[in-house]
T-cell receptor, first 114, second 116 residues
Framework: ETGVTQTPRHLVMGMTNKKSLKCEQHLGHNAMYWYKQSAKKPLELMFVYSLEERVENNSVPSRFSPECPNSSHLFLHLHTLQPEDSALYLC?????????????FGSGTQLSVL | AQKVTQAQTEISVVEKEDVTLDCVYETRDTTYYLFWYKQPPSGELVFLIRRNSFDEQNEISGRYSWNFQKSTSSFNFTITASQVVDSAVYFCALSEFEEGNEKLTFGTGTRLTIIP
């Protein structure tokens, strides 16, 4: 148990569907992250929220839309995805206080886009 | 060029053998941090170690040890007397400043399988 919970664990969606991934952290951290993990590629940082403000958006297509209503919850809204978006989506949190932050990850949502 | 290179894609060893996972990094920063994370089959990445660039002392934690060599830009990870529970994907990562922002870059990971 890392203190970061992601739902659902698995998601299959068609290219025209709209779905959302949910992440909740119980660690009192002030920053939350979305990462994409594709086979044989490094983890790709998608979004960073610090104190509920988006501080980083790494050229992610607009079909991915993050939302951070409070410091404990993070969502990733998905619409009109492409098959190449199939991947493991990992949420993480940290206490941002300099350069040595340790990330705590959830178990991820395995997304398949048909 | 990759900033964090984990050249070993997959490694298999028999239980109780020692195994070393390699990590080579590239940075222009004089101050940076290096990390290792473990990703078991359950999916979540688990933090193992964080090392800053000014601390070149090797570290040992139980069966785990890390060898930081600034001269060769390497931060290798050794598991002694491996166990089946060590089977996982291991990621090396580099934290540096880029254009005023901190950037954490992961390697592609090494999948370690411990054969009973």
């Amino acid at each position: 148990e890392t203190g970061v919970t992601q739902t659902p664990r698995h998601l299959v969606m068609g290219m025209t569907n709209k779905k959302s991934l949910k992440c909740e952290q119980h660690l009192g951290h002030n920053a939350m992250y979305w990462y994409k993990q594709s086979a044989k590629k490094p983890l790709e940082l998608m979004f960073v929220y610090s104190l509920e403000e988006r501080v980083e958006n790494n050229s992610v297509p607009s079909r991915f839309s993050p939302e951070c209503p409070n410091s404990s919850h993070l969502f990733l809204h998905l619409h009109t995805l492409q098959p190449e978006d199939s991947a493991l989506y990992l949420c993480a949190s940290s206490q941002r206080q300099g350069r040595n932050e340790k990330l705590f990850f959830g178990s991820g949502t395995q997304l398949s886009v048909l | 060029a990759q900033k964090v290179t984990q050249a070993q894609t997959e490694i298999s060893v028999v239980e109780k053998e020692d195994v070393t996972l390699d990590c080579v990094y590239e940075t222009r920063d004089t101050t940076y941090y290096l990390f290792w994370y473990k990703q078991p089959p359950s999916g979540e990445l688990v933090f193992l170690i964080r090392r800053n660039s000014f601390d070149e002392q090797n570290e040992i934690s139980g069966r785990y040890s890390w060898n930081f060599q600034k001269s060769t830009s390497s931060f290798n990870f050794t598991i002694t007397a491996s166990q089946v529970v060590d089977s996982a994907v291991y990621f090396c990562a580099l934290s540096e400043f880029e254009e005023g922002n901190e950037k954490l870059t992961f390697g592609t990971g090494t999948r370690l399988t411990i054969i009973p």
